[in-house]
């Protein structure tokens, strides 16, 4: 069945075509679903975000139950040790927050790190609150042989914080993408010393998801309800390498000089608080210390 699906945009609902899939035949996924958000909220500079042949104005408890259906239909089709990044924001409905982690923590996954993403841009700009310009990014895990904890990541990619800063794409048919940094940043982190694995999107949108896994080398699985956005995004995939100069500019940020190994070994610096310091060296004193010092 993974064959009929690899390298494939689907036209269909999420949840429906997601049990169609193999247990454990994908290796990582990244997502961002309709928010819910009744196609009613709009800013001074947002028009209504209504998206094609689907409806974001669910009652919230159904729209939560649905999420959580999906997301478990991911951890059942994603390999263990797998992970899936997901992207949501934090809603208000009459003065009521509602926050992703509401339904996450009832799901399968394991949540691993909670990412935010710095929009730069208010979607909603109104004097309720001060202007919210981030999202989260909530990196999802499988735990493999029951290690909820998971591989350690290369340091040239842990070196990047859990603040994302970029703009959403503006150039695009879809009333909510994001931008293709966002899905390539995830698959190169993850998915660096893998070859020809399967990303998985079952919101795929206009398609970012799967143009970032093509770039990448790997193979692409995407689901959508819009036939309008399954063809834009098949026509996208077909001219993707009009789109790899501008996803490598994400390339150069995961470099890193000397990892915390290589310093440990050479004897050189690896933190002024370590208990035993660079060759021996006296042990850095703290402002206390100084102080008195100074005072003597």
């Not at 209504?50 to 939560?64: C, F, G, H, R, S």
Request: glycine share 6%.
């Amino acid at each position: 069945m993974i064959k009929k699906v690899k390298n494939k945009v689907i036209c269909g609902n999420a949840l429906t075509v997601l049990k169609q899939f193999p247990d454990n035949s994908v290796d990582m996924g990244i997502t961002s679903p309709p928010y819910n958000k009744r196609e009613n909220k709009k800013g001074w500079l947002v028009n209504k975000v209504i998206y094609k042949n689907a409806t974001d104005n669910l009652p919230e408890i159904e729209y939560q139950k649905n999420q959580i259906s999906v997301l478990d239909e991911l951890y059942r089709v994603i390999k263990s040790g797998g992970s899936f990044f997901y992207n949501h924001k934090i809603r208000w409905e009459r003065g009521v927050m509602i926050h992703p982690m509401d339904w996450l923590r009832k799901t399968k996954w394991v949540i691993r790190q909670e990412i935010v993403w710095d929009r730069m841009i208010a979607a909603n700009i109104r004097g309720w609150r001060f202007w919210q310009v981030n999202e989260h990014i909530y990196w999802l895990y499988k735990p493999k042989e029951n290690n909820i904890i998971g591989e350690e990541l290369k340091s040239k990619h842990a070196l990047l914080t859990s603040i994302w800063r970029f703009s959403p794409e503006s150039k695009n048919p879809h009333p909510a993408p994001f931008t293709m940094t966002l899905p390539i940043r995830a698959i190169y982190s993850i998915m660096d010393e893998y070859k020809e694995g399967i990303i998985i999107d079952p919101y795929c949108g206009s398609g970012t998801t799967l143009v970032a896994a093509k770039i990448l080398g790997h193979y692409y699985s995407g689901i959508d309800i819009s036939k309008e956005y399954v063809d834009y995004t098949s026509k996208r995939l077909k001219n993707y390498e009009n789109e790899i100069p501008s996803a490598m500019k994400e390339i150069p940020k995961h470099i890193v000089k000397k990892t915390f190994k290589e310093r440990k070994e050479k004897g050189e610096f690896v933190g002024k608080h370590r208990k035993n310091n660079i060759n021996n060296k006296e042990k850095t004193p703290t402002l206390f210390e100084c102080y008195e010092r100074g005072n003597k």
